[in-house]
Structures are given as C-alpha cells and as structure tokens.
C-alpha cells in the first residue's frame, strides 16, 4: 500500500514557466514532507521541506505547499530552467512509523524544455 | 569527507557471487538508510539504522540481503547468491537529528553503487 503517492509519472513544461509537481499521501500522521531531486546517474538532492503545521514554504524559485485536508502537497517552480530537468521525488516523516520514517513516493520526471 | 560516501560506484559481478556495498555516512549523523532504484523505478526502501535501536528490516527483498552498520557509523549492504534481478542503483542515506524531540532532519544521500548482476 503505498503511503505517497505521485501519480504523474513525467511533466513537460516550458522554459520560463511554472512547473507544478504534485504529491498525495495517505497517512495523516505524516509530520514533515520533503522533496529530492535527482539527476541520472547521481543520488537524490534534498530540495525543500515543509513541516506539517505550515501550509506553505517558499525558497526562490521552489514553494511547496501543503493542504492537509486534502493530504495534499505541491512543489512548484517559477521559472522553469532547462536546468532543472530531473526526477522529482516526494517524501514523507513519520516519527513512530516504520521504513525508517522516511517514505518517497515513485517520482515525477520532469523536462523543461528551451 | 563532507557528504555522504558510498563504495564501490560500479561493480559488475557474476550471478550467485556475494557483494558488499560500503556507506560512509555524515559524520555524527546517527540514522542511516539504505533503498535501492531499479530501472525506471522509485525509490524502494531497504533498511533503516537509527543509534543504538534495532535496524528496522521491513524493506529488504529477501534473506540473501543483509546490512549491519559498525560503531554507529559506516555500513555495509551484503547481497548473497546474487540474482539478475538485484540489478539496480543502490543507495546510501543519513540524516542528524534537531530540536527538543530530536526528530531525524532531511536525509542527505550518496551518489548509490550502481550494481550489474550478469
């Protein structure tokens, strides 16, 4: 059963424009979300967290948000840069769960295009 | 060093030989993951190593893969018997604890031993 889920497998945007990538979760007890990004060939760079009393983190050109009600969380990106092409993981933390209280969702490849 | 080391980066070996993969964490960091990337796959969890406590196993595949983590600090990812489908990126992460409930912070990774069974 999977506890994050993202359920975009790919996402084309272009350059310049915002590119939103979306994350639901199904645990309510989830108390802080993350996302990664990762480029072939190389391990996953955390990115930009959220804790789960905020609805909202901003660092540049990445914002996440967060809606609670909805178990729903976004990471968007203004302006998109070629640069940023990647795969874009989301992750959650449980304390007191299992699977190490860090669980990723599948990924959401994402090109921006020139 | 300053992030997190995993060796070998490559390594190829033959079906039903064993493989060690070594993780260097983060100095001082005391919870350690392991996951694993198939081809066109997520993340999938392996093991989770925090301080002293019991690894908590619940993601390994099956009884040919093991992992200890010596001195709270380095470790070790053993495949036995190793099968073609045990192909994948394998990949190292540690993260330090903050604030009064000493929470794990955001886990930083390694660049993963990508492992070709033939």
């Known amino acids: 059963d999977q506890q994050v889920k993202q359920n975009s497998p790919s996402l084309s945007v272009q350059e310049g424009r915002i590119s939103i990538l979306n994350c639901d979760y199904t645990?309510?007890?989830?108390?802080?979300f993350l996302w990664y990004k990762k480029y072939p060939a190389e391990g996953p760079t955390f990115l930009i967290s959220?804790?789960?009393?905020?609805d909202k983190n901003e660092d540049g050109r990445f914002t996440v948000f967060l809606n609670k009600s909805a178990k729903h969380l976004s990471l968007h990106i203004v302006p998109s840069q070629p640069g940023d092409s990647a795969v874009y993981f989301c992750?959650?933390?449980?304390?007191?769960?299992?699977?190490?209280?860090?669980?990723f969702g599948k990924g959401t490849k994402l090109s921006v295009k020139p | 060093g300053a992030g997190v080391s995993q060796s070998p980066s490559n390594k190829v070996t033959e079906k039903g030989k064993d493989v060690e993969l070594r993780c260097d964490p983060i100095?001082?960091?005391?919870?350690l993951y392991w996951y694993r990337q198939s081809l066109g796959q997520g993340l999938e969890f392996l093991i989770y190593?925090?301080?002293?406590?019991?690894?908590?196993k619940s993601g390994l595949p099956s009884d040919r893969f093991s992992a200890e983590r010596t001195g709270g600090s380095v470790s070790t990812l053993t495949i036995q018997r190793t099968q073609q489908e045990d192909s994948a990126v394998y990949l190292c992460a540690s993260s330090g604890r903050t604030g009064s409930y000493g929470m794990n912070t955001e886990a930083f990774f390694g660049q993963g031993t990508r492992l070709t069974v033939v």
């Open positions: 190593f925090q301080g002293n406590s019991a690894p908590d």
């Open positions: 100095s001082g960091h005391t919870a």
């Open positions: 645990n309510s007890m989830f108390d802080y």
């Open positions: 992750a959650a933390i449980f304390y007191g769960g299992s699977q190490g209280n860090l669980i």
């Open positions: 959220i804790s789960s009393i905020k």
